[in-house]
């Protein structure tokens, strides 16, 4: 059974940092794109970054570039978000998605454009 499972996320004050996890089971991450969202209570779910089967493409949003980072590592078929100078605003249920299809920069933010969906992971940044 194809499954993907977020972890990482948790409590984290202003200005902290945190890295999620998104573990693939079931099959190989090596042949998708993967895609992060995250969803705050009474909003929509928004997409925050993406990146290619490779690594060597990547996307974010406006409201995380230059905090967030995203990666792959392949080998353990995982994909990781970086995430450092945590605001309020980024608390949130983050989400990991996974597409055969590339990162690109025209539908990486449409949840339309992924197959295979995690469970989530809360991330809260409060004092």
């Known amino acids: 059974q194809l499954q993907l499972v977020e972890s990482g996320g948790g409590l984290v004050q202003p200005g902290g940092s945190l890295r999620l996890s998104c573990a693939a089971s079931g099959f190989t991450l090596d042949y998708y794109s993967i895609g992060w969202f995250r969803q705050a209570p009474g909003k929509e779910r928004e997409g925050v970054s993406c990146i290619s089967r490779g690594g060597g493409s990547t996307n974010y949003a406006d409201s995380v570039k230059g905090r967030f980072t995203i990666s792959r590592d392949n080998a353990k078929n995982t994909v990781y978000l970086q995430m450092n100078s945590l605001k309020p605003e980024d608390t949130a249920i983050y989400y990991c998605?996974?597409?055969?299809?590339?990162?690109?920069?025209?539908?990486?933010?449409?949840?339309?454009?992924?197959?295979?969906w995690g469970q989530g992971t809360q991330v809260t940044v409060s004092s």
């Open positions: 998605a996974a597409d055969r299809g590339g990162c690109r920069t025209t539908t990486y933010k449409s949840t339309t454009t992924y197959k295979y």
